[in-house]
């Protein structure tokens, strides 16, 4: 019995990881010059700091992808998504603040205050925001699992890849990656959705 039920654990584990990276190959890019124009790109949000206080690569690394994708004409607004859900904590602020630095217009930046995870920013994106199709901004990874959701919510949905982070930080990353693939076929079965919808609101 021990031995099944680390086998269906492993299951739950690596098959959904594989079906999510299979499903999703074909809409994922790392050029700017081969990847489709979209209205608006889905900046998919972390905390700028980690806890011991340095810069977090993955939050600076997404930032300079969508302002790569931004200069080139790829994407005409950035849909800023992140967790703001508790007082002094603020990611789609700090995200356009440091957008602005960069040179994007603040007219171009539309903030989610409730991406709390990336089931709520991309399901917020159609649902609030009223996008069927975007760009979703992100590190591979990350791109693929955010995809596959926008797919299974009929969106059309590209990615493009933000430059990874090595070494353990990385690596832990992809462990909790793993989990969150799993979690999220789950959410998928039983329609779980975003935790705050509210009024629509239009990117122009």
Same mark, same amino acid.
């Given at each position: 019995?021990?031995?099944?039920?680390?086998?269906?654990?492993?299951?739950? *584990?690596? *098959?959904? $990881?594989?079906?999510?990276?299979?499903?999703?190959?074909?809409?994922?890019?790392?050029?700017?010059?081969?990847?489709?124009?979209?209205?608006?790109?889905? #900046?998919?949000?972390?905390?700028?700091?980690?806890?011991?206080?340095?810069?977090?690569?993955?939050?600076?690394?997404?930032?300079?992808?969508?302002? =790569? #994708?931004? =200069?080139?004409?790829?994407?005409?607004?950035?849909?800023?998504?992140? $967790?703001? !859900?508790? =007082?002094?904590? $603020?990611?789609?602020?700090? *995200?356009?603040?440091?957008?602005?630095?960069?040179?994007?217009?603040?007219?171009?930046?539309?903030?989610?205050?409730? !991406?709390?995870?990336?089931?709520?920013?991309?399901?917020?994106?159609?649902?609030?925001?009223?996008?069927?199709?975007?760009?979703?901004?992100?590190?591979?990874?990350?791109?693929?699992?955010?995809?596959?959701?926008?797919?299974?919510?009929?969106?059309?949905?590209? !990615?493009?890849?933000?430059?990874?982070?090595?070494?353990?930080?990385?690596?832990?990353?992809?462990?909790?990656?793993?989990?969150?693939?799993?979690?999220?076929?789950?959410?998928?079965?039983?329609?779980? =959705?975003?935790?705050?919808?509210?009024?629509?609101?239009?990117?122009?």
């Amino acid at each position: 019995m021990a031995i099944i039920g680390l086998i269906t654990l492993l299951g739950l *584990i690596f *098959i959904p $990881d594989w079906w999510v990276s299979r499903a999703t190959e074909a809409r994922i890019y790392d050029s700017v010059e081969e990847i489709p124009e979209n209205r608006v790109g889905l #900046l998919l949000g972390s905390s700028k700091y980690m806890a011991d206080g340095q810069l977090n690569l993955f939050y600076l690394y997404r930032n300079e992808a969508a302002i =790569e #994708l931004y =200069e080139a004409g790829k994407i005409e607004f950035i849909l800023a998504s992140g $967790d703001n !859900g508790r =007082e002094g904590y $603020d990611e789609p602020s700090t *995200i356009k603040d440091d957008l602005m630095a960069a040179g994007i217009p603040s007219e171009k930046i539309y903030l989610d205050y409730a !991406g709390f995870r990336t089931l709520d920013s991309v399901v917020r994106a159609k649902e609030i925001f009223g996008q069927e199709s975007l760009t979703i901004i992100s590190q591979p990874f990350h791109n693929e699992r955010a995809i596959y959701i926008a797919q299974k919510n009929g969106m059309e949905a590209v !990615g493009y890849n933000a430059q990874d982070v090595g070494g353990n930080e990385g690596t832990r990353v992809l462990i909790r990656e793993n989990l969150a693939r799993t979690k999220m076929f789950f959410d998928l079965i039983f329609g779980a =959705e975003p935790k705050y919808l509210g009024e629509k609101i239009e990117i122009e």
